[in-house]
C-alpha cells in the first residue's frame, strides 16, 4: 500500500514538474504584452489570482495597445515605448478632406458623392480605381465622377486624388508659387526618362544643361510622393514594448527587465479563507494555489532568462553599445548558448519578437545576431557594419566622380582587408537603395 502511494507521489511530481517546465518554457517565447494577455486570461480562470496592473499598462490599455513588428527600429526615445505611424492631425486623410468639402462650392449632393469616391483614396492618398468603375459602382456618370475627382484634387493635402506618382507629383508642382513649366513638361511627358536619370538626353531634348536637369530633378525629390502617409489610417495606433532595457550607468552598462507594464500577482486572501471553510474544496483550493505559484515561478525564470541572455549580449556587443550601430559584431545565437552554458532552443525562445531600450534607441533581439564575411586578420565583419561601410563612403566621394562598384571593392579589401566580390558589393548597394555610380553623377 505504501509503495502505490510512493509511486502515485512519485508520478504526480513528475507530472507537475512537466507542466511546470513547460509553461516556463511557454512564458520565455512571450513577448511582455503577450505575457501580460496570458495572465489576464489565468486570472479569468483563478479565482485566487488576483491581478494588480501597473499605471502604465492601464494607460496603454485605453489607447488601444497593438502588437507591431516596426519598419525601423533604432529612434531615439526617452519612454519605454515607441509610437509608429501614430499621426500628428489625429484624424484620417478622409476625415479631413470631409472638413474641406463642408467649405467647397459643391452642391449637398455633390458633396456626399464625394465622401463616397475619397473612400477609394489609399494611404498614400491615391485613387487609383478607373473613374467608370467608381461611377458604375455609385450609380452615376463617369463625367460627374471626373468632376469630383478635379476638385478633390484640388484640396489640401496638395498630391491628393492623384491616380498615379506622375499625376501626384504634377499636382504639387503645379501649385507652387514659381512653376517651373520645364519641369512640368518633363514629368508629363518624359517622365521614364525622368525615373531613369536620363540626365543627358533630357537635357538634350529641352534645350537645357545638365546642371539645370539636376536642379530640377533636386526640387521634385522633395515633394511628398506619399501625401496622404502623414494623417492616421482607420488602423489602431501601433506601440512596441520593450521587453528589455540597457541603461548606461558611470562607465558601464546595466540590464533590467522592463516590468513598468506586468502585473503583480497576488492571492485573493478573502477568497482563500472562504473556500478553506467549506472542506469539500480543498483540493481545488490546494490546485489553484499551485498554479499560482507555477505562474510566479514561471516569471522569474523568464526573468532571469532574458537579464542573462541580454547580458551575454552586451558582453559580446560591447563596441555596439560603447561606440554605436556601426560597432556591431558578428553574433550567433550559438555563441550565446555556450557562453551560457545553455540549449540554443532557449535563447532562441528568449530572443524571439523580444526588444532592447538601449541609448541608441530601440532594437529587435535579433538585430544583434546577423550574418558575417571572413577577413583577412582572421576575424569576422558584420554583413551590417559592411553595408555602413559602403553607405559612408557612397557619402564621402566625389559626386563628380562617384565610385564605381569595382572601387569600393577595391578600397574595402586594400583599406579595410575585407575578402568581398563586386558582385556583393552592388547587392549589398541596392539594398541600401543607393543609385548606381552613373546615376548618382552630379554635373555641378
Not at 291 to 309: A, D, F, G, N, P
Amino acid at each position: 500500500m505504501k509503495q502505490s502511494v510512493g509511486l502515485y507521489q512519485e508520478q504526480s511530481l513528475r507530472l507537475a514538474m512537466t507542466q511546470e517546465l513547460k509553461q516556463a518554457i511557454t512564458l520565455l517565447q512571450y513577448s511582455t504584452l503577450e505575457m501580460v494577455d496570458f495572465l489576464k486570461e489565468q486570472s479569468l480562470e483563478n479565482p485566487l489570482m488576483d491581478l494588480k496592473m501597473p499605471t502604465t499598462h492601464r494607460e496603454l490599455a485605453s489607447s488601444r495597445v497593438q502588437r507591431l513588428k516596426p519598419r525601423k527600429i533604432g529612434t531615439t526615445t526617452t519612454q519605454t515605448f515607441s509610437i509608429e505611424n501614430f499621426s500628428k492631425h489625429g484624424e484620417t486623410l478622409q476625415q479631413y478632406i470631409e472638413q474641406q468639402l463642408v467649405d467647397s462650392p459643391l452642391s449637398t449632393e455633390e458633396r456626399q458623392l464625394a465622401k463616397l469616391v475619397i473612400q477609394y483614396m489609399d494611404p498614400n492618398g491615391y485613387i487609383q480605381e478607373e473613374p467608370t468603375t467608381i461611377a458604375e459602382q455609385l450609380k452615376t456618370s463617369t463625367k460627374t465622377i471626373e468632376d469630383l475627382l478635379n476638385n478633390i484634387k484640388q484640396l489640401e493635402p496638395a498630391g491628393i486624388g492623384a491616380c498615379n506618382l506622375k499625376e501626384c507629383l504634377l499636382l504639387q508642382l503645379r501649385r507652387q508659387p514659381n512653376r517651373n513649366e520645364v519641369a512640368e513638361a518633363i514629368l508629363e511627358n518624359d517622365f521614364n526618362l525622368f525615373a531613369e536619370k536620363a540626365w543627358k538626353t533630357l537635357a538634350k531634348e529641352y534645350a537645357i544643361s545638365l546642371k539645370q536637369i539636376q536642379e530640377i530633378h533636386d526640387d521634385i525629390v522633395k515633394l511628398n510622393p506619399r501625401p496622404g502617409n502623414k494623417y492616421e489610417t482607420v488602423e489602431k495606433p501601433k506601440y512596441i514594448i520593450p521587453d528589455l532595457i540597457v541603461q548606461k550607468h558611470q562607465n558601464q552598462f546595466i540590464v533590467s527587465l522592463n516590468e513598468e507594464i506586468i502585473p503583480q500577482i497576488n492571492i485573493n486572501k478573502q477568497y482563500e479563507a472562504t473556500l478553506k471553510s467549506k472542506n469539500e474544496l480543498e483540493s481545488y483550493l490546494q490546485e489553484k494555489i499551485q498554479q499560482c505559484q507555477w505562474i510566479v515561478k514561471s516569471m522569474e525564470h523568464r526573468k532571469y532568462t532574458l537579464v542573462k541572455v541580454m547580458e551575454e549580449i552586451l558582453q559580446a556587443q560591447q563596441s555596439f553599445f560603447f561606440n554605436g550601430p556601426s560597432f556591431l559584431k558578428p553574433l550567433t545565437l550559438k555563441d550565446i548558448a555556450i557562453r551560457l552554458d545553455i540549449h540554443e532552443s532557449t535563447v532562441s525562445r528568449a530572443t524571439k519578437e523580444k526588444y532592447v531600450q538601449t541609448p541608441y534607441g530601440l532594437f529587435e533581439l535579433k538585430y544583434f545576431f546577423g550574418q558575417s564575411l571572413t577577413g583577412r586578420y582572421e576575424e569576422e565583419t558584420s554583413t551590417k557594419q559592411v553595408q555602413q561601410l559602403v553607405e559612408e563612403l557612397v557619402k564621402k566621394e566625389d559626386k563628380q566622380k562617384p565610385l564605381s562598384d569595382q572601387q569600393l571593392t577595391n578600397i574595402l579589401q586594400k583599406q579595410y582587408h575585407i575578402t568581398i566580390s563586386r558582385r556583393t558589393v552592388a547587392k549589398y548597394r541596392d539594398l541600401l537603395n543607393i543609385p548606381s555610380s552613373s546615376m548618382r553623377k552630379r554635373y555641378d
